[in-house]
């Protein structure tokens, strides 16, 4: 009998529970990639028995450990399973409840070389790049508003847009394959694949 000894229904879930579990979404991935990178990583151990924050632990182990192996590949999935803004309880007038997400940020500032590398040579404009990965994962903005703020033509925008959401679906697809044979490998998931 394969019994299956996970928590989790997808490895997309284990992944989106590690990262918005407790405070660990405050934490950036480079700090946490150094705090992981020397654990040993067991193949079918499970999770039975463990608790939330052994289990995100867990998890986060393994998210490092695809960050050595596809540093950019993990930003996307870090940046995909998080969200642009978290809950704020700073408790001044001023607040409005919630406050960027570090780790969101961090993810997306890093996927700006590789944005870089899908329009290839020549000049490209920094805040359109960092724009246009921001909207790719999850944030409300238009390309002719990005357009407009960056004062570029709209056609140049969209032709820019279209070659680094490209580059980052396939990115985020060769990214997602790793993850879920690292995640089904580790006997995280309920059913056995
Ligand atoms: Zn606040």
Same mark, same amino acid.
């Given at each position: 009998?394969?019994?299956?000894?996970?928590?989790?229904?997808?490895p997309? =879930?284990a992944l989106?529970?590690a990262l918005?579990?407790? @405070?660990q979404?405050?934490?950036?991935l +480079?700090?946490l990639s150094?705090?992981m990178?020397?654990?040993?990583l067991?193949?079918?151990?499970?999770?039975?028995?463990?608790? #939330?924050?052994?289990?995100a632990g867990f998890i986060m182990a393994h998210l490092a450990r695809l960050d050595q192996q596809n540093?950019?590949g993990a930003c996307?999935l870090v940046?995909?399973c998080?969200?642009?803004?978290?809950?704020?309880?700073?408790?001044?007038?001023? &607040? +409005?409840?919630?406050?960027?997400? =570090?780790?969101? &940020?961090?993810?997306?500032?890093?996927?700006?070389?590789?944005?870089?590398?899908?329009?290839?040579? #020549?000049? +490209?404009?920094?805040?359109?790049?960092?724009?246009?990965?921001? @909207?790719?994962?999850?944030?409300?903005?238009?390309? =002719?508003?990005?357009?407009?703020? &960056?004062?570029?033509?709209?056609?140049?925008?969209?032709?820019?847009?279209?070659?680094?959401? @490209?580059?980052?679906?396939?990115? *985020?697809?060769?990214a997602? =394959?790793a993850w879920?044979?690292s995640i089904? *490998?580790?006997?995280?998931?309920? *059913?056995?694949?």
């Amino acid at each position: 009998m394969d019994a299956a000894n996970g928590t989790f229904r997808t490895p997309k =879930e284990a992944l989106f529970f590690a990262l918005n579990f407790g @405070k660990q979404a405050h934490h950036p991935l +480079s700090a946490l990639s150094r705090l992981m990178r020397d654990q040993p990583l067991g193949k079918g151990v499970g999770l039975v028995g463990l608790d #939330g924050a052994a289990q995100a632990g867990f998890i986060m182990a393994h998210l490092a450990r695809l960050d050595q192996q596809n540093h950019y590949g993990a930003c996307a999935l870090v940046a995909r399973c998080t969200h642009p803004r978290r809950a704020c309880d700073c408790g001044q007038p001023c &607040c +409005s409840k919630s406050r960027p997400s =570090e780790v969101w &940020c961090e993810a997306v500032a890093e996927l700006d070389a590789f944005a870089c590398q899908q329009l290839g040579t #020549g000049l +490209s404009n920094r805040r359109l790049r960092r724009s246009i990965v921001e @909207k790719h994962f999850g944030l409300d903005v238009s390309v =002719e508003k990005i357009a407009h703020d &960056c004062g570029i033509h709209r056609a140049t925008a969209s032709r820019h847009a279209g070659a680094i959401r @490209k580059g980052l679906r396939e990115l *985020e697809a060769r990214a997602w =394959e790793a993850w879920d044979i690292s995640i089904a *490998e580790a006997g995280m998931l309920l *059913e056995a694949a």
